[in-house]
């Protein structure tokens, strides 16, 4: 008899598949449901799953050795910032060096994830969507959070009115798709990552007859590089226990000396610190604002035809289009409301013990959950490990009460750090979070460990299986 519990995972992105491999490398049996065709989530350009989408000429923004898993390493030969098509390379060969594909059923995706009560414990009824009904003893959702497009609330007067094109960047793939700009007057709204792309993409003179920056507020744009370094290596070389005052402090002089005021290339001053809100990278606009290229103008106040208005009561005529780099929710298809309100989630935050631990239910997981000041991958490797130590019972949980005190801790702490964002939910220090995680690991592991007949979750959903069969 397996004594181990069976496990379903919920999306072969790059989080999935190293769930897979932590899975597999502690011979837990497992399935993997991904709703495409192919692995790599958002980072398979063309992906048919129908929910991600990523543009030609997107790169990472994380350097390599940042982004890559431990145990598999990317190639010397990468470029610092590989762009999408080296990075699902990798992902592709990471599969396929672990041999994961076969414990992969791609175009099934997950429609229902429903808690059962089974000789009083919980076991997982999963429906796909070719009808097919399958049980669990624990759930990895790790489906993502870059698909579920994110649009201003309430709309911004005169927007279904507007006869230029309004799409969000997620639908955005060139500057010919979903909509032919070239040679058009576009404004980019946004201040994160992807209004940097595309609106530098855009200004080239060949393209765009005139780009337009716009945005809520100002943000501290950070080159790819400082110094000739990568920028993003530069916290790994303090401790990661480094009080967070000091690092931002160092930083800020760094920044100061290398690109000096902002509001020198018509940028708004941010209303913020360095370190209060997710980082915005980008090693051209500057440049591209410097060279007139691009034109910031602060939030668009109203729309009337084709003529946009601008909080600072200017205007622009005959625009064809506006490009909402808004973000995204936090989305959970698969969840009943009334599952919803069971695990406290409400709009994008979702209450995690390390950012991966359901207190309500022992053997639901969200892996990847998390916008860290560096990249996911690492993290979700660090978490696949974590959980197939607490599978099998090499890990014990702190208490009830202790996992919200963290939870309540952590919510604190990012709201009197970060300015107010749906995306900030969910913000970690890379090298802190990494720290901190394996610091909880061997406090778990000594925990289980005093633990007479530790059974973190049984494996149930077989006979239970069976006997629906027999039913």
Known sequence: MNLKPKVCVIGAGSTGITICKALKDANIPFDCYEKGSDIGGNWRFGNDNGMSNIYKSLHINTHRDRMQYEDYPMPKDYPDYPGHDLILKYFQDYVNHFD?????KFKTGVIKVEPISYQNETIWKITTEKKEIHYYDAVVVANGHHWAER???????????????????????????????IGKKVIVLGMGNSAMDIAC??????IAKKVILTSRRGAWIIPNYMFGYPTDKFPALMPPVTPYPLQRAIFTIAYKIAIGNLERFGLPKPDHKIGQAHPTISQDLL???????IIYKPMI???????VYFQDGSKEDDVDAVIYCTGYDVKFPFFSDELMK???IEKNYVPLYFRLFTPEFPNLFFAGLVQPLGAIMPIAERQGKWIAKYLTNQYALPDYQKMWEWIESYKKEISQRYVASPRHTMQVDFDLFMYLMKKEIKKGEKRAKRIKNLFN???????????KIAV
């Not at 709309?155 to 500057?175: A, L, N, Q, R």
């Not at 440049?287 to 290229?293: A, F, I, K, P, T």
């Open 301 to 307: 106040e109203r729309y009337e035809g084709k003529t």
């Open 100 to 104: 994961l594909r076969k414990h992969i």
């Open 342 to 344: 069971k695990l406290h």
């Open 457 to 467: 979750v049984k494996p149930l959903a077989m006979n239970f299986s069976k006997e």
């Open 151 to 181: 649009w201003p609330d309430p709309p911004i007067p005169g927007t279904e009115d507007f006869k230029g094109k309004i799409f969000h960047s997620h639908k955005y793939v060139d500057p010919k798709n979903p909509v032919n700009l």
């Open 201 to 206: 993409e855009l200004s080239n003179k060949s």
């Open 287 to 293: 440049v591209r604002l410097g060279r007139g290229d």
